[in-house]
């Protein structure tokens, strides 16, 4: 059932990909810098400088005015006893334009691969057994809220470096935690051509 509706709001953000009018198919590209942290938003927020990840992706304008975008993102993050993270997402977002600020809204559906440094234990018959180094799978839904200034033009270039504040909830990372928040305060750059 879970799996079924992720499936269904990943085809719907592929179609809103696919589509659009001529005029609406302008791509905005971004790469950012990650500091992650796992645990609930705002906990322990002096470890958000401690770890560090990073984003690249590119997102396309669903109306005239762009600000409606749907995309693909990927990225990748180390958390220390944790182990490094691969994850790519599909997210749809809204992001009003108020003089030069832009403020963003984006929800999205996304897979990512955990590593642990030392292998993994999976929960087997009532007990933790070791796995190897295959690494785990999980879906997450990544919620984020984001601040950038647009009055950045370099001819037909437009810059806009952004600030992020962003919270994965992955789902089934093990039975004694079935959803593993991993928060996320992003520095980045988007680029127009």
Known sequence: MKTSKIRMAAAFLLLLLATGIKAQQKWTYEIGLDFPIVGLPGQNSGNYFKQIGFNAGGYRNLNEKGTLVAGLSLGGFHIRNHGVTWSGSLQAGYRPVIGPVELGFHLGVGYQ???????????????????????????????GLRLGYRAIQLGNLEMLPFLEYRLQAAVGYAPAVPILPVSFLSIGQQFKF
């Not at 030392?118 to 990544?142: I, N, T």
Request: no cysteine.
């Open 113 to 143: 691969i955990a590593y642990a440094p030392k292998g993994q234990y999976e929960y087997l018959d009532g007990e933790w057994q070791y796995a190897g180094h295959s690494g785990k799978s999980m879906l997450f839904v990544p919620v």
